[in-house]
């Protein structure tokens, strides 16, 4: 995810929560001018992680190109680094990306979509997925979206259940995920507005896909896999249980992320990371808003690691 999954963050939240099976880059965009050194790629990636291999096989290398980016020459370096997964974004909204026939925009143009896809595939023999909306303004083209990315042979698709007009709103429709399963045989993976293991219990049930794939519910509950392994283990938490488990979980998980970013970014620069990585955090405690509001209003890092302290206080108190 763009903005949190940066080789630090990932390299600790994998050490957190191993149960998650898959964890991805943040995209890199390939470039239309020049070209991706062997360097970049890596540290986009993270050397550790690299260095590590249990982490690098479990990590996807997400890009985000254009029909007249250097995708080649990209492709090219990420497979002589030797990594096993590419995942190539299609579902990114952003105006300026869209404009660029980049992210989203491909799903409206189904020719460009399989020159950049079908390109792709030609050049990279390891596992190649894509990630996709149901459409760019509307879900018509769906069916075909689906056909031209099995075509191309990709080795798995996820889906983000709303169009690129929709961006976030509402609700994802999971209705997307049973379809397109009844449409290829290529795996399936359901995305948008999975937040509990119940729900990820039902998409299973209800649908015939592969996999889910969690993005803002991971960074609210960074140990979902975990909570959900316990719940197929029929281990199920109260709400209780969950948030006492949250507020002790929330603590380890700010003070690692703190102890692992400051030293490489300093104070000023983790404490803004911490504040992007709080907007879920709270939402199932009683004044969650109000005390992310205060962390956001902390200008120092020391008071914002004292005010977490504090949510531990009050939430035992709480329960
Ligand atoms: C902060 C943020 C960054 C994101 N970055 C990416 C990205 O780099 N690539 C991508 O395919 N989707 C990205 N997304 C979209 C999510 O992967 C996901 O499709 C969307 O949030 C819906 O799923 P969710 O309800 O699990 O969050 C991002 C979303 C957020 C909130």
Redesign the pocket.
């Known amino acids: 995810?763009?903005?949190?999954?940066d080789p630090i963050y990932r390299k600790t939240v994998m050490g957190l929560f191993p149960e998650w099976d898959m964890f991805?880059t943040?995209?890199l965009r390939v470039p239309t001018e020049g070209t991706i050194t062997h360097k970049k790629a890596l540290e986009h990636f993270g050397e550790e992680i690299y260095e590590n291999l249990k982490l690098r096989e479990k990590t996807t290398f997400?890009i985000?190109t254009t029909p007249r980016a250097n995708t080649e020459q990209t492709i090219q370096v990420i497979d002589e680094l030797g990594f096993n997964h590419l995942?190539l974004?299609?579902?990114?909204p952003s105006r300026r990306v869209n404009a660029h026939l980049g992210g989203s925009y491909l799903l409206s143009d189904l020719k460009l979509l399989e020159q950049v896809v079908g390109g792709i595939r030609k050049k990279f023999n390891r596992c190649f997925t894509v990630?996709i909306?149901v459409g760019y303004k509307d879900d018509s083209e769906f069916d075909h979206i689906i056909k031209t990315l099995t075509d191309c042979g990709v080795e798995a698709i996820?889906i983000?259940?709303?169009t690129k007009v929709e961006m976030?709103k509402g609700v994802?429709q999971w209705k997307y995920f049973s379809r397109a399963c009844e449409l290829t045989d290529v795996p399936i993976i359901a995305?948008?507005?999975?937040?509990t293991p119940e729900d990820i219990e039902k998409i299973f049930t209800e649908t015939n896909c592969y996999g889910v794939?969690?993005?803002?519910?991971?960074?609210k509950t960074p140990w979902l896999a975990q909570l959900y392994r316990l719940f197929k283990e029929r281990k199920v938490l109260t709400a209780e249980q969950r948030l006492s488990l949250r507020t002790e979980l929330n603590s380890i998980y700010f003070s690692s992320l703190e102890r692992d970013l400051s030293p490489i970014l300093g104070a000023e620069k983790t404490l803004k990371k911490m504040k992007?990585l709080i907007?879920y955090s709270f939402d199932d405690y009683d004044e969650g808003e109000m005390f992310k509001r205060k962390l956001l209003r902390t200008p120092e890092l020391e008071t914002f690691l004292h005010s977490m302290s504090l949510l531990k206080h009050n939430s035992t108190h709480a329960s």
């Open positions: 995810m763009e903005g949190v999954t991805a943040d995209f997400q985000l995942d974004n299609l579902g990114c990630k909306r996820t983000h259940g709303r976030y994802a995305n948008g507005d999975i937040w794939m969690c993005g803002r519910s991971a960074m992007s907007r």
